[in-house]
């Protein structure tokens, strides 16, 4: 059996063709899986308008923001919409080489742009115990070294297969 695009639009359909009223678990399920898809959208779009307009503090409307969006989000829909193996082929790089990328960054921006005393006062409430101290020297140093071998031992994989 295959996987990703091809099991979704291809294998399953055919599997649901011979199940008794697979019109219908088939028709129930491609519903409740772009329920899941939209609810995610929905989701994702509202943490990034709502931080944007955190930052930009009321100075431009929501209306504008989520307008904006589009106008980026758009043209990276066009290409998965009219070839459904780009999916496949850009799936392994997005979902796991940038989730590693956008940990690593994370915790790089986290440790570098905020000081030790407001670290700490965000993860623990306070910043008495001598842990708290060990913690932030793991979190600073320990955790984006480990990070930056996964992301360097992964594109090594990638680039030399």
């Given at each position: 059996?295959?996987q990703g695009p091809t099991l979704l639009f291809y294998t399953l359909p055919q599997a649901?063709?011979?199940?008794?009223?697979?019109?219908?678990?088939?028709?129930?399920?491609?519903?409740?899986?772009?329920?899941?898809?939209?609810?995610?959208?929905?989701?994702?779009?509202?943490?990034?308008?709502?931080?944007?307009?955190?930052?930009?503090?009321?100075?431009?409307?929501?209306?504008?923001?989520?307008?904006?969006?589009?106008?980026?989000?758009?043209?990276?829909?066009?290409?998965?919409?009219?070839d459904p193996d780009f999916i496949g082929k850009v799936d392994l790089y997005f979902g796991?080489?940038?989730?590693?990328?956008?940990?690593?960054?994370?915790?790089?921006?986290?440790?570098?742009?905020?000081?030790?005393?407001?670290?700490?006062?965000?993860?623990?409430?306070?910043?008495?115990?001598?842990?708290?101290?060990?913690?932030?020297?793991?979190?600073?140093?320990?955790?984006?070294?480990?990070?930056?071998?996964?992301?360097?031992?992964?594109?090594?994989?990638?680039?030399?297969?």
């Amino acid at each position: 059996m295959s996987q990703g695009p091809t099991l979704l639009f291809y294998t399953l359909p055919q599997a649901f063709a011979v199940l008794p009223g697979g019109r219908i678990i088939g028709a129930v399920f491609l519903l409740a899986l772009f329920l899941v898809a939209f609810l995610s959208i929905v989701a994702t779009v509202e943490a990034v308008v709502g931080s944007i307009s955190e930052r930009l503090k009321g100075e431009n409307s929501r209306k504008k923001i989520i307008l904006a969006l589009l106008i980026v989000e758009v043209p990276m829909i066009i290409p998965s919409a009219h070839d459904p193996d780009f999916i496949g082929k850009v799936d392994l790089y997005f979902g796991s080489g940038m989730q590693i990328f956008g940990s690593g960054l994370a915790v790089l921006v986290i440790t570098r742009f905020l000081s030790k005393f407001d670290f700490l006062h965000e993860v623990f409430g306070s910043v008495t115990m001598k842990c708290h101290q060990h913690y932030y020297l793991w979190i600073r140093t320990a955790v984006p070294i480990t990070i930056f071998i996964v992301l360097a031992t992964y594109l090594w994989s990638q680039f030399t297969a």
